[in-house]
């Protein structure tokens, strides 16, 4: 789907004058409250894993957020033998492109990440979607690491949809992570890489201004790159 969405979107640029990027998002960030249960400040680099349609923006969207020291584009939900992009596009091997996020608790919490992957990230109420992509593989998730996460995951899903931020109830899945795989080179940085190509434009750029906008205390300027083998911030 992502790929005759791609073709359309350029083929609809090149016959205009020239390119410019549309002036909102495919879909609209929401504000939210943020975590009644958080884990607690601790040392050393924990580790996230989301999912929540095209990796691509949101990627884009974490690498824009302090205290993440890495943020990788890739696959979780499914085996080591279907791993690929051009199989786990079938939407028949059980993963979800998703993103694996490290990050400084001492910088930012589990459940800031988890709110600002409800708000700005991408919209928790689509089933098997998001945006223009369809299928499994764009399926809301939450891979937990821990007990901790899987309590905070699943509390914060119910205080949302009790406080009915969103008017549909929230379809993200929570289970545990078995194995996450890092997704082939060429779509990693991607929004980055490539921030005028019609489908970032329209999709993913308006996240990161809206993280911008909605967490001004989270976002930093310079994203933290993959190729850049460092954290950034």
């Not at 998703?98 to 930012?108: A, L, Q």
């Not at 996240?207 to 083998?229: H, Q």
Request: with cysteine; hydrophobic share 40%.
């Amino acid at each position: 789907m992502r790929r005759s969405v791609l073709s359309l979107l350029a083929a609809t640029a090149a016959l205009s004058l020239g390119f410019a990027a549309p002036t909102r998002a495919a879909e609209d960030a929401v504000v939210i409250p943020a975590p009644a249960m958080d884990a607690a400040p601790a040392s050393g680099i924990q580790t996230a894993v989301v999912a929540g349609g095209c990796f691509w923006g949101v990627q884009g969207v974490f690498q824009h957020t302090a205290g993440v020291v890495n943020a990788v584009s890739g696959y979780a939900g499914g085996t080591k033998a279907t791993a690929d992009y051009q199989t786990v596009s079938t939407g028949r091997t059980g993963h979800a492109e998703s993103v694996e996020i490290k990050f400084d608790p001492k910088k930012i919490s589990y459940g800031k990440i988890l709110q600002i992957y409800f708000s700005v990230a991408h919209d928790p109420t689509q089933l098997n979607r998001q945006g223009p992509d369809t299928g499994t593989q764009y399926r809301s998730a939450i891979f937990t690491t821990s007990d901790e996460q899987k309590k905070i995951a699943e509390a914060y899903i119910a205080q949302l949809d009790g406080a009915k931020v969103f008017g549909r109830p929230i379809v993200t899945k929570v289970g545990a992570l078995d194995a996450f795989y890092p997704a082939e080179a060429y779509h990693q940085d991607y929004l980055t890489l490539h921030p005028t190509q019609p489908y970032i434009a329209y999709n993913d750029i308006p996240k990161v201004e809206n993280l911008k906008k909605l967490f001004a205390d989270n976002y930093i300027e310079k994203p933290t790159l993959v190729s850049a083998g460092k954290a950034t911030n």
